[in-house]
């Protein structure tokens, strides 16, 4: 297993400027979970997919953000129009089955 | 909801001695499993140890240990022969069996000196 990969590492925008990350999941893992985690804080869920379908929303995801798993493999998160608010490391995690999941080492987002 | 709490924002321990820290958590089910993951600094969360809510033994992992109290609704880690590689943000977190998100408390951080 070569890990969670997660894309870009380190994204610097403007305010109001539209950004997109990817996270490409452990081979095999059908189970792909996004995250958000403000400094100093635990990360807050955000969503969650099995194969390509998106079966749970947190409501911290405001009609901004976006996420797809086309093929149910790799995925996208995209947060449109970004405010100050939205600076956080946005975390990518995958598993198997219901049980362990795995992370990635996240993209951290500045907005200016 | 449920809502995880680290009580303790930092702890320090001395290299080679054994360290606990603390999480309670509140959550109406029955069944869960709960969690206890490092995060280094710039890397990636990493899982240590994990417990699951209908199994009264505490889980064991090398130098990590958990006190599990399903009663009063904690979950402590301890960490036996602390090493410098210990050094980390350690963070609890819960999943009910039927849920697929984790819930995390606010973190730890833990230092271990030379």
């Known amino acids: 297993d070569t890990g969670v990969s997660q894309n870009p590492r380190h994204k610097i925008t403007k305010r109001g400027q539209n950004v997109t990350f990817r996270c490409d999941p452990i081979?095999?893992?059908?189970?792909l979970y996004w995250y958000r985690q403000t400094l100093g804080q635990g990360p807050e869920f955000l969503t969650y997919?099995?194969?390509?379908?998106?079966?749970?929303k947190s409501r911290l995801l405001s009609d901004r953000f976006s996420a797809e798993r086309p093929k149910g493999s790799f995925s996208t998160l995209e947060i449109q129009r970004t405010e100050q608010g939205d600076s956080a490391m946005y975390l990518c995690?995958?598993?198997?089955?219901?049980?362990?999941?795995?992370f990635g080492a996240g993209t951290r987002l500045s907005v200016l | 909801a449920q809502t995880v709490t680290q009580s303790q924002p930092e702890m320090s321990v001395q290299e080679a001695e054994t360290v606990t820290l603390s999480c309670t958590y509140d959550?109406?089910?029955?069944?869960?499993?709960l969690f206890w993951y490092k995060q280094p600094p710039s890397r990636q969360m990493i899982l240590v140890i994990r417990?699951?809510?209908?199994?009264?033994q505490n889980a064991t992992e090398n130098r990590f240990s958990v006190n599990f109290q399903k009663a009063a609704k904690s979950f402590s880690l301890k960490i036996s022969d602390s090493q410098l590689g210990d050094a980390a943000m350690y963070f609890c977190?819960?999943?009910?069996?039927?849920?697929?998100?984790?819930?995390f408390g606010g973190g730890t951080r833990l230092m271990v000196k030379p």
């Open positions: 417990q699951e809510a209908y199994k009264q």
């Open positions: 959550t109406s089910e029955s069944d869960y499993y």
């Open positions: 081979s095999e893992h059908n189970r």
């Open positions: 997919f099995q194969n390509e379908a998106q079966l749970e």
């Open positions: 977190a819960y999943r009910a069996n039927a849920g697929n998100m984790l819930t």
């Open positions: 995690a995958s598993s198997l089955t219901a049980d362990i999941q795995y």
